[in-house]
Nanobody, 126 residues
Framework: QVQLVESGGGLVQAGGSLRLSCAASGLTFSMYGMGWFRQAPGKEREFVSAISWSGSSQYYSDSVKGRFTISRDNAKNTVYLQMNSLKPEDTAVYYC???????????????????WGQGTQVTVSS
């Protein structure tokens, strides 16, 4: 049974930082591209960042580029999202997701991801 468990969310002031973690089990982690998506109240889920199965390629939405950094530790079956210079508009539930290694994988396309975590709340106060 595949499980993705996010942690590290919380309440932070604007300009602050948080580090999200997503621990994966039940799959061969190194065979999966990993992504982070978020959904704010009343809005559709949107792509935030992704990393290839080897970690050699990272992808970011324009809204977080330069502020967020994605990384992974295949030995620990964990993907991370370091979030700096947080803004109130970053407030959302953050989800990690796993996409099986595939030459057609599109990092930002949510339908490419087979497994999803339950999400962790990030709230940025102004």
């Amino acid at each position: 049974q595949v499980q993705l468990v996010e942690s590290g969310g919380g309440l932070v002031q604007a300009g602050g930082s948080l580090r999200l973690s997503c621990a994966a089990s039940g799959l061969t982690f190194s065979m999966y591209g990993m992504g982070w998506f978020r959904q704010a109240p009343g809005k559709e889920r949107e792509f935030v960042s992704a990393i290839s199965w080897s970690g050699s390629s990272q992808y970011y939405s324009d809204s977080v580029k330069g502020r967020f950094t994605i990384s992974r530790d295949n030995a620990k079956n964990t993907v991370y999202l370091q979030m700096n210079s947080l803004k109130p508009e970053d407030t959302a539930v953050y989800y990690c997701a796993a996409a099986l290694r595939n030459s057609r994988w599109s990092a930002a396309r949510s339908s490419d991801y087979a497994y999803w975590g339950q999400g962790t709340q990030v709230t940025v106060s102004s």
